[in-house]
Nanobody, 123 residues
Framework: QVQLVESGGGLVPAGGSLRLSCAASGRAFSEYPMGWFRQAPGKEREFVAA????????FYGDTVKGRFTISRDNAKNTVYLQMNSLNLEDAGVYYC????????????????WGQGTQVTVSS
């Protein structure tokens, strides 16, 4: 079992930046990939980013490439999402996920989820 707790969400103006964190507990953190998804009201959960166990490889959804950066600190059992140049379409609840059993971009592949943190972007 893996428990995930997100933090760092909030209200940010368009063009601004925000850094999300996700603290993991339970199984050894370095054993599994980590990911971020987001969900806006009335929309499906969308893949944002993923990172492999060591952090050597990262993957991004097309809408965030070049603006968001995922990273992890295995000593702190924490994964981060640095979000820059935020726009209105980036608003939503951001979820941390752990231990995918298949494609990183498929939310159904991920075994463990956090409760989410709200990101609101103002115009």
């Amino acid at each position: 079992q893996v428990q995930l707790v997100e933090s760092g969400g909030g209200l940010v103006p368009a063009g601004g930046s925000l850094r999300l964190s996700c603290a993991a507990s339970g199984r050894a953190f370095s054993e599994y990939p980590m990911g971020w998804f987001r969900q806006a009201p009335g929309k499906e959960r969308e893949f944002v980013a993923a990172i492999t166990q060591s952090g050597s490889s990262t993957f991004y959804g097309d809408t965030v490439k070049g603006r968001f950066t995922i990273s992890r600190d295995n000593a702190k059992n924490t994964v981060y999402l640095q979000m820059n140049s935020l726009n209105l379409e980036d608003a939503g609840v951001y979820y941390c996920a752990a231990d995918p059993g298949g494609s990183f971009s498929n939310p159904n592949a991920w075994a463990f989820w956090g409760q989410g943190t709200q990101v609101t972007v103002s115009s």
